[in-house]
């Protein structure tokens, strides 16, 4: 980063003296270990933070439904009870956020499973993914987890066939490791230094005045006029530091003398065109998270003809694959510790993001003339409506047919 003012000595007399004026405009190089990425994207970035936070903040709103193997879904199951209070610090919402969270960030998440004297879980808590290490072991199936936290470390094995551990590891597809996934963060990477240096760029422009760097230029004419003594060195840095730097100042007219001359050293920024480089940096963010760009407001993308739209491809595409992916890997892990075979599943039903779909299947069905009520009623997913009236009206109190519904 160059100095506010640097003074370049010439040996020969009557040569031109350069002055650096104002540039503090440094891009920084992005590392690709996590807490770096974490740092410059989820900390400094706006675009990944809106983006996380709305993605992950969205998976726990999505309603829990526990069914058996055979399809039957449990009002009340252990399970059920785990997962809506997985441990005393978290909520079942907070706890999907959080894992939501890490397998954005860091591509991976790993869960911890406290048993109790029966063998039953008991406590489920989310481990730090950039603490925890994979110890590699035959036919892709690791052998066992290292948490390492300072110098305490923590070691679990893993079953050698099955790869069954009190440690789940969910990951995020890597064609490039067997055993770390790839996070959409790391993706990003590259869009997200582009955004960063962009907004450092403009906060150095605003701080200095609103100019880019350029150098005052003292001319030489006769034998010694190109150079200042210190003292008029020291008063030209003082009155350019107090009158023209800074946000406050921009736009004051600078007052030139003694042959100083102003030699612009930067393009300016509409030739560098930084908030056009910025907001495409935010739509290449935006698209590797899954995040509509129309949702943060960003110019130029025409994807969608509304947000209406827009949020529904988000729940759709980004957040209930999300979701699902988490639900199966704890419906497998969990009933490998339990005598149950379950699965853990998302009541769409709900949730009143993917309304609009739910209206047009309803709309369609109800348009069929050629089914009768029963089928309308089984495509709907409400059952064919045949039987006792007890076990109509128990049916109808699960899962309300829809107003539109004959």
Known sequence: MLSFLKRRRRASAGATQWFEYPGTFQARSLSRDYLSLAEAGFRENPVVFRAVRDIAAAVAEVPLLLYSASGVEFSKHPLLTLLNRPNPQQSGGAFFEEAATHLLLAGNVFIECIRDDAGNPRELWLLRPERMQVIPGAHGVAAGYVYRLGETEKEWSADAVSGLSAILHLKSSNPLDDWYGLAPLEVAAGAIEQYNAAEVWNQALLSNGCRPSGALVVEGGKEGSGSLSEEQFLRLRSELDGQYS?????????????????????????????????????????????????????????????????????????????????????????????????RLAGDMDALSALLPRREALWERINAATFLTDAEKREALGYGSGSGSGANQKAALKKKPLPKNSH
């Not at 300016?268 to 899954?290: E, K, V, W, Y």
């Not at 988000?314 to 699902?324: G, I, K």
Request: hydrophobic residues 45%; aromatic residues 10%.
């Open 246 to 342: 800074g946000a406050v100042n921009a736009g004051r007219p600078m007052l030139l003398e003694g042959g100083l001359k102003w030699t612009s050293m930067m393009l300016s920024p509409q030739d560098m065109d930084f908030l056009d480089m910025r907001h495409a940096a935010a739509r290449a963010i935006a698209t590797a998270f899954g995040y509509p760009p129309m949702l943060l407001g960003i110019p130029g993308d025409n994807t969608y003809s509304n947000q209406k739209e827009a949020r529904l491809a988000l729940w759709e595409q980004t957040v209930l694959p999300l979701f699902n992916a988490l639900a199966g890997g704890l419906s497998r892990w969990l009933s490998a510790w339990t005598d149950d075979n379950v």
